[in-house]
């Protein structure tokens, strides 16, 4: 899922969060980010737990764990934002077009040709169901997390 937005902030990573979720056809268990402030907000990390989702920030300079976000975007650049203004004011539609095409008609190299809702249907016995998701999850486990890596380490180690 992509989105626009004039800056990387609380409320518009807060948004796009909420538009994540309602479009998913399966439960989020998990969001995995680099060190980006934005996720670091009180109100986000809180919103996450209200979701029964747990937020894994990686360490600094780890592009590599990533490497699945890293590579969508640089086909994200390459097939879709090098061929638009993102100033346009068609550019939502152009968006969502493009969402389209990537989740439903696209091949991914990853999936073996498939497009990411053939390999959600492929996977939907096995996917669990939102209840069961948040039946497992332990709030109690989570904690906010601080966006200095250090201190966020230390203050683990306390627990």
Known sequence: MLGVYSRATGANTLDFLERLIEEMPFPIQR???DRGREFFAEAIQQRLM???IKFRPIPPRSPHLNGKVERTHRTDREEFWDMV???DPEI???LSEWQHHWNWHRPHTALGGMSPIDRVCELLDKTPLGEAVEAVYDG???R???ADYRLDIALAQLK
């Open 31 to 33: 969001i995995q980010t």
């Open 144 to 146: 906010i997390r601080i």
């Open 92 to 94: 939502e539609a152009k």
């Open 50 to 52: 209200d979701w029964a």
């Open 85 to 87: 203004d993102p100033k």
């Open 140 to 142: 109690s486990r989570e």
